[in-house]
């Protein structure tokens, strides 16, 4: 293995923990406070519902990019 | 974890680690990895109206981030995918509707069935002969002169290369010219039609059919593969919210696995995005092979034994 790859590797390892951490205390704060009022809405007022679940898909998404992005950038940038 | 929308209790783990397979296939090859997600759903005892509709959902996220990497990366043509759009959503209804007649007919699930086997195996036997025969004569060309570098991977040629060009040379008014991609003018109605067949196959067979509209651009449209890919990504997110906003409103959504799932697939969808600037167009064409045969597979496997996954 060569010393670029091991680096990569290495990288890698630590976006992907610090990035598991992260997603753990999500499920824990942000989906289990949701988790009630999205059931509400489904039930209630469907079409509602359709367009916070795209709001909420498309916004989570752009944040995630960004917050990989960011460790990304922060974790490569510290070992160079 | 308990998912109140649709009923089930299902290990986000083994949400989170679908999403990141299906993440880096889809920042990979373009596709939205539906004919993984909607069996994988199934297995944890998710209903096939949820499975579809969540699955769709989870597309839409996990498209958006690979679109965002692509287009970073150049690889994004924004005026092809909103032409792009606008034919699949039409053809997505025409597949739709084409499902409610042969509902009505009594016989949906065995033609849908023998369609798709059909479709996937005749992809994967096209792209194997083609990719195959382009990596030969580049390995021909190559021991003349060699070329290196990562443009050099973007110029991408094709041994199906004078169809797409002679489609384009067809003077059908309007002519538009995609200058990201390389094309200098195409008629408008091509990219329609390219579109809307692919839209019709994924009304038709469910999912966002990338696995016929990447290959379509590549070989029908002329475009390189590198940007087929990311382009696709981008129509999918048009495409996949609409489909998504509909199955929503029919109660097929469950927006909180669509969200564990998204957590993994955002990671593997930059994975796979990022990768494809290490390979060549037909390298990534070859590796494509498989995808429709695995798709193959399961539709045999729910023909021959009545369980559909």
Redesign the interface.
């Known amino acids: 293995m060569t010393k670029e790859t091991a680096r990569t590797l290495r990288d890698f390892s630590i976006e992907l923990a610090i990035y598991a951490l992260l997603v753990v205390a999500y499920f824990f704060l942000v989906l289990h406070l949701l988790g009630d009022w999205l059931y509400q809405l489904e039930s209630q007022h469907r079409y509602v519902y359709a367009g916070v679940a795209i709001l909420l898909i498309i916004g989570q998404a752009v944040l995630l990019e960004s917050l990989t992005t960011f460790l990304i950038r922060m974790i490569r940038g510290r070992s160079e | 974890?308990f998912?109140?929308?649709s009923g089930p209790h299902i290990s986000?783990i083994y949400l989170?680690i679908v999403g990141f397979v299906i993440g880096i296939l889809g920042g990979f090859f373009g596709v939205g990895g539906s004919f993984i997600a909607g069996p994988a759903l199934r297995l944890v005892g998710l209903d096939w109206n949820f499975a579809v509709g969540t699955d769709l959902?989870?597309i839409?996220?996990?498209s958006?981030?690979a679109a965002?990497?692509h287009r970073a990366l150049g690889n994004v043509d924004l005026r092809l995918g909103l032409v792009m759009a606008v034919g699949t959503i039409a053809g997505a209804e025409g597949g739709a509707q084409l499902i409610q007649m042969l509902k009505r007919a009594g016989n949906v699930n065995f033609v849908v069935s023998i369609v798709s086997i059909v479709v996937y195996l005749s992809i994967s036997a096209f792209m194997l002969w083609e990719s195959r025969k382009t990596l030969k004569s580049q390995r021909r060309r190559s021991s003349k002169a060699k070329v290196k570098g990562l443009t050099a991977k973007k110029k991408d040629k094709s041994a199906f290369g004078h169809v797409s060009r002679a489609i384009q040379r067809l003077k059908i008014w309007p002519m538009i010219a995609l200058p990201t991609s390389g094309v200098k003018g195409i008629s408008l109605w091509v990219i329609l039609l390219v579109a809307f067949v692919g839209g019709l196959f994924s009304g038709f067979l469910g999912g966002g059919a990338g696995y016929i509209r990447m290959p379509s651009m590549v070989y029908v449209l002329g475009i390189p593969t590198h940007l087929a890919v990311g382009t696709d990504l981008f129509e999918i997110i048009i495409s996949a919210?609409y489909g998504?906003?509909s199955h929503?409103?029919k109660?097929n959504?469950d927006?909180?696995i669509?969200?564990?799932m998204?957590?993994g697939a955002?990671?593997g969808a930059?994975i796979g995005a990022i990768s494809t600037q290490y390979f060549a167009g037909p390298k990534i064409r070859l590796a494509f092979v498989p995808l429709p045969l695995i798709g193959a597979a399961i539709v045999i496997y729910t023909l021959v034994s009545g369980h559909k996954l």
Do not use: E, N
Request: glycine share 6%; net charge positive.
């Open positions: 974890m998912f109140p929308i986000p989170v959902a989870h839409v996220g996990k958006v981030v965002k990497r919210s998504t906003l929503a409103v109660g959504v927006i909180l669509a969200l564990v998204h957590t955002a990671i930059q």
